[in-house]
């Protein structure tokens, strides 16, 4: 199973990105069936987690940090993932990366251990 994170950039705060994950290989071609999440990582700080859409029925779920600002959807049709990101601040510059798993339990949705999958990460830098 393989990831790929695009989309990241450099923009100003209040600006919008938006962030796709791309899943392919393995058992990948029933994306349907896994739990994608997004984190991200600033300079020396630990990965936190961003965002969440389970599998089939496709719950989210978002850190406090950015909730009413970001949205997390899923096309499974086209193995993708997005993470939209609207009104930018500088403290949301980090790498962003997303994961994937298939057994992932609900009181794992929001750690890193929850995921065995993982993408090569996308920087997205917000300036003042």
């Known amino acids: 199973v393989q990831l790929q994170a695009f989309g990241g950039g450099l923009v100003q705060a209040g600006d919008s990105l938006r962030l796709s994950c791309i899943g392919s290989?393995?058992?990948?071609?029933?994306?349907?069936?896994?739990?994608v999440g997004w984190f991200r990582q600033a300079p020396g700080k630990e990965r936190e987690f961003v965002a969440a859409?389970?599998?089939?029925?496709?719950?989210?779920y978002y850190a406090d940090s950015v909730k009413g600002r970001f949205t997390i959807s899923r096309d499974n049709a086209k193995n993708t993932v997005y993470l939209q990101m609207n009104s930018l601040k500088p403290e949301d510059t980090a790498v962003y990366y997303c994961?994937?798993?298939?057994?992932?339990?609900?009181?794992?949705?929001?750690?890193?251990?929850?995921?065995?999958?993982w993408g090569q990460g996308t920087l997205v830098t917000v300036s003042s």
């Open positions: 994961a994937a798993d298939m057994q992932t339990i609900l009181s794992a949705i929001r750690d890193i251990r929850g995921y065995h999958n």
């Open positions: 859409i389970r599998r089939s029925q496709g719950s989210t």
């Open positions: 290989g393995g058992t990948f071609s029933s994306f349907s069936r896994y739990n």
